[in-house]
């Protein structure tokens, strides 16, 4: 049973830096692609971005690039996403989610529990 | 990389049917046969309810089905229940390594 668990919550104050981790047991990390997806509270899904952690490429969403990246440490089996000058509009719960297959255009279909973001002075 | 557009709400009674619709542009819904459509209850992750537009992940109910016809796709539940009542998202591959998300729709069960 393929199971995804983030790390915890954080706090952090406008204009530092987020590390989030999602560690994948039952399965190796370099298995299909990780997306995240964010959803700030009371609001909707958005992606984020991807990353092939058998090649590690990476590709980001338009909003996030220069902000963001991706990366992993098959040694763990974990993903990690980096988020850089946070904002108080980045506070929301920040998922990563398995895609069912290794090709990009697949669905998703297991996610981790979700790791609450706070930007706030 | 707009967001795909759904309507905000929808509703039924137990027992009925409801389709949420889910438009894009050709170069994401209309253009790949990569629609995926998301559960998500109040504090929860969203759960993968149908991809490749049509099939159903083992363990859904065959209550939920789905469509599309060129930019629009479309989740139907029929045989509504109490515990359908979530948020439902849409999503689909965009060319170009990315996926994009409609806004989510909010079904009541009256």
């Known amino acids: 049973q393929v199971q995804l668990v983030q790390s915890g919550a954080e706090v952090k104050k406008p204009g530092a830096s987020v590390k989030v981790s999602c560690k994948a047991s039952?399965?190796?990390?370099?298995?299909?692609?990780i997306h995240w997806v964010r959803q700030a509270p009371g609001q909707g899904l958005k992606w984020m971005g991807m990353i092939n952690p058998s090649s590690i490429s990476t590709t980001y969403a338009q909003n996030f690039q220069g902000r963001v990246t991706m990366t992993r440490d098959t040694s763990t089996s974990t993903v990690y996403m980096a988020l850089t000058s946070l904002r108080s509009d980045d506070t929301a719960v920040y998922y990563c989610a398995r895609s069912r297959s290794d090709y990009e255009g697949d669905a998703v279909d297991i996610w981790g529990q979700g790791t609450m973001v706070t930007v706030s002075s | 990389q707009s967001a795909l557009t759904q309507p905000r709400s929808v509703s039924g009674s137990p027992g009925q049917s409801v389709t949420i619709s889910c438009t894009g542009t050709s170069s994401d819904v209309g253009g790949y046969n990569y629609v995926s459509w998301y559960q998500q209850h109040p504090g929860k992750a969203p759960k993968l309810m149908i991809y490749d537009v049509g099939k159903r992940p083992s363990g859904v109910p065959d209550r939920f089905s789905g469509s599309k016809s060129g930019n629009t796709a479309s989740l139907i539940i029929s045989g509504l229940q109490a515990e359908d009542e979530a948020d439902y998202y849409c999503?689909?591959?965009?060319?170009?390594?990315?996926?994009?998300f409609g806004g989510g729709t909010k079904l009541t069960v009256l």
């Open positions: 999503c689909s591959y965009a060319g170009s390594y990315t996926v994009v």
């Open positions: 039952g399965s190796t990390v370099t298995t299909y692609y």
